[in-house]
């Protein structure tokens, strides 16, 4: 049953665990820290026989790990598997990946960096240039759920950005099959190169490459434990987009908010994993029990049932707060990846709001719109990282220089204080770069 709780300690100290599950828990249980190093110890392995052996330690992988044996050839989905996907997705939901493939794209071109120059006095130009990375790897999980909006929130905004060479990765399923969502998906989104690899030996081939599969600059997407610990592991040799957590929501509801549509809130994000967590604050002590009772009566014929009790029972909480104002603190130290405002002034509790990765305002905003076609990116930051970092976007893909041109009359003006930090800091031929261009040769 999900947990209720009115003291504002006891609260914080709940939310607290919740948002370090991700160090602290496997499936629905609490384990061991050891449990966790036991798992990286095996990623660290599978990272290092990949860039050994390349293609052939995939197949080896593929082959213990997802149960399917596979040749080299295999490993990247034919143009006709390709063709095939269209015709095995009905056209209502074919409709749906267009609708949202426009909205997304649409939502992230207005997001594009823009280079920029300003000429400042004694002929002194700065200004910064935007660049796409040259290779993009997008990360599709499997298993539980086909995901055809991950493939399209990864894969749109690296296409917005002019990256030349964006890949797929996705772990095969039975008979070495992947969903046809998912490749249709794919392909509205402008990737035709697909490789059936997943885990963390699909992240290994995208960070230092195989005979089969390029290596990138750019690691983006979800994925289990292994795959976040193979992303931390790899960071350095490539760039990530970030280390995803279970996902999560908090819902901040007052008097005003119906108890059915956030019972089935809290239910959507518990049905991700057993570690989702699904958090309700509400000054309003009839509406925590209404909502308590319909999540009940919602889980009783829910297909997805014991996974979604799973998460309710470990990481589900209602916590009944003296005011909105004590939710929007107790929210922003728990600085959630999606907050939803299921309150009669959702505008106005926004400006207390400082750490969320994607905010829901009003009682006719689920967080079902921002996951499949509202247009921001649904990959967001988890496990309290709102509190500095920023959904997947355009920029991940994007890297800027920085652009500097000065005069000789400016480099004239400043060459007596760049000397002086140069002396400073003991580096005395920084000095001598400026002094020998301002006071000319020393030769006679």
């Known amino acids: 049953m999900l947990r209720i709780i009115t003291q504002q300690a006891e609260a914080q100290t709940e939310l607290r665990r919740i948002c370090d599950r991700l160090s602290g828990a496997t499936d629905a249980n609490r384990t061991p820290q050891d449990q966790i190093v036991h798992k990286e110890s095996t990623v660290r392995e599978v990272l290092q026989a990949v860039q050994r052996q390349g293609d052939k330690a995939l197949l080896h992988y593929t082959e213990e790990f997802d149960r399917q044996?596979?040749?080299a050839e295999q490993l990247r989905v034919s143009g006709s598997e390709l063709d095939a996907a269209y015709q095995q997705v009905s056209k209502e939901l074919l409709d749906a990946i267009q609708l949202a493939t426009r909205r997304i794209e649409a939502f992230h071109q207005q997001r594009i960096p823009k280079s920029w120059v300003q000429f400042d006095d004694d002929d002194v130009v700065l200004g910064k240039r935007y660049t796409?990375?040259?290779?993009?790897?997008?990360?599709?999980p499997g298993g539980r759920a086909s995901y055809p909006s991950t493939v399209l929130m990864n894969a749109i905004p690296a296409k917005v950005a002019k990256v030349p060479r964006i890949v797929m990765v996705t772990p095969p399923g039975p008979d070495k099959a992947i969903n046809p969502a998912v490749l249709v998906a794919a392909q509205e989104a402008g990737i035709q190169e697909i490789y059936r690899v997943g885990g963390a030996q699909a992240i290994a081939a995208l960070a230092y490459g195989t005979e089969t599969i390029p290596k990138v600059d750019v690691i983006t997407?979800?994925?289990?434990?292994?795959?976040?610990?193979?992303?931390k592991?790899?960071?350095?040799?490539?760039g990530i987009d970030?280390?995803?957590?279970?996902?999560?929501?908090?819902?901040?509801?007052?008097?005003?908010?119906?108890?059915?549509?956030?019972?089935?809130?809290?239910?959507?994000?518990?049905?991700?994993?057993p570690m989702a967590a699904a958090i309700l604050l509400t000054p309003d002590a009839q509406l925590a029990k209404k909502v308590?009772?319909?999540?009940?009566w919602q889980l009783k014929d829910h297909p997805r049932r014991l996974l979604t009790e799973k998460a309710i029972a470990h990481y589900g909480l209602i916590v009944i707060v003296d005011s909105l104002e004590v939710a929007a603190e107790l929210s922003n130290e728990f600085a959630p990846e999606h907050l939803e405002l299921e309150i009669a002034e959702p505008w106005d509790l926004l400006e207390k709001i400082r750490h969320a990765g994607a905010i829901f305002l009003g009682h006719s905003t689920p967080e079902a719109v921002g996951d499949y076609l509202a247009g921001p990116n649904h990959t967001l930051p988890t496990s309290g990282a709102a509190r500095y970092a920023s959904p997947l976007g355009v920029e991940t893909f994007m890297k800027h220089s920085s652009l500097i041109q000065y005069s000789s009359t400016a480099l004239d003006k400043v060459s007596a204080a760049i000397q002086a930090l140069a002396q400073a800091e003991g580096l005395p031929s920084h000095a001598d770069s400026v002094r020998l261009r301002t006071e000319g040769d020393l030769e006679d």
């Open 233 to 238: 592991l790899v960071f350095g040799t490539v």
């Open 292 to 296: 308590q009772k319909e999540v009940e």
């Open 242 to 273: 970030s280390l995803a957590g279970p996902s999560e929501v908090l819902v901040i509801a007052d008097e005003s908010a119906n108890p059915v549509h956030i019972a089935a809130d809290l239910l959507a994000q518990a049905e991700h994993d």
């Open 221 to 231: 997407g979800p994925g289990n434990i292994y795959v976040t610990l193979a992303k």
């Open 69 to 71: 044996i596979l040749s």
């Open 132 to 140: 796409p990375v040259d290779r993009a790897g997008i990360y599709v």
